[in-house]
């Protein structure tokens, strides 16, 4: 495939996300293409489970909601851990991190517990121990508010009051999806409403996702781009993200 080619489809699944449903018609025209190159431009990214064709058309893959945590945290974990590992070098000791649940920002606990003096203030259970069981002793914030059983999180408007009590140098948060139009989506209302209490609250964003999540998108926005300091991925992002990523400002680990 060449890189015009590779652009093309990076481009047309990111307009599919953008604008719902779009005819071939439409595609071909926007990119000088023939209807024919265009049909297997869509069989491509559908087999590639970035877009579902429909007659004369394509429209976003349904992404309703994600999985359990456990399974989740079973998805990619080769992946999981390279942005992990990416976050530990990145953050400098004595730093206080808001830090949202997820099967991500959980690895990437694990990691970063190792960085000297560091102070973690979180909604997850299961992060805030992961932290504080370090043999370093990291200083933990658990954030109160209503419980969430699966996730082992706190979520509510209690929980953002309790975000509202801390400045933070800045906010490590997982997202559900992320584009060049929208920024940063999530699946689960609660979780999003966190993350934009804690990126509130911080000096710097730094965005956690692995590939799965570009130029996807999300019922319940998180931030737009221009409020993203930093993503980490375990791949570079696609053409189309990395291009929309460059304007912002934003920098790619």
């Known amino acids: 495939m060449t890189v015009r080619a590779q652009m093309r489809r990076e481009e047309i699944s990111a307009l599919v996300a953008r604008h719902g449903e779009v005819s071939v018609d439409e595609i071909a025209s926007r990119f000088g293409a023939s209807r024919e190159t265009i049909r297997r431009d869509l069989t491509v990214l559908e087999n590639s489970g970035a877009l579902l064709k429909v007659h004369g058309g394509a429209k976003p893959m349904p992404r309703i909601a994600e999985g359990s945590f456990d399974e989740r945290m079973a998805e990619n974990r080769e992946g999981k851990q390279i942005i992990a590992d990416k ?4 953050l400098q000791p004595n730093q206080m991190v808001f830090m949202d649940t997820g099967s991500t920002t959980l690895v990437a606990a694990e990691a970063m517990a ?10 997850s259970l299961k992060i805030a121990n992961a932290v504080a069981s370090h043999g370093g002793r990291p200083e933990v914030f658990l954030l109160g508010g209503r419980l969430e059983p699966d996730n082992r999180e706190t979520v509510g408007p ?24 929208d920024g940063a989506s999530d699946f689960d209302y609660d979780e999003a409403q966190v993350a934009r209490a804690m990126i509130a609250r911080a000096s710097r964003t730094v965005i956690l996702c692995d590939q799965s999540k570009f130029d996807q998108r999300a019922a319940f926005p998180v931030c737009r781009l221009d409020e993203i300091d930093v ?3 375990d791949t570079p992002p696609t053409i189309a993200l990395a291009s929309a990523l460059d304007a912002a400002k934003i920098s790619s680990l």
Do not use: F, H, K, P
Request: with cysteine; hydrophobic share 50%.
């Open 87 to 90: 976050l530990a070098s990145w």
């Open 114 to 123: 190792q960085v000297s003096g560091l102070r973690v203030v979180t909604n």
């Open 231 to 233: 993503m980490i991925s």
């Open 158 to 181: 209690s929980t953002i009051e309790a975000v509202n009590q801390y400045n933070a140098d800045c906010a490590v948060v997982t997202i559900g999806a992320i584009n060049a139009c």
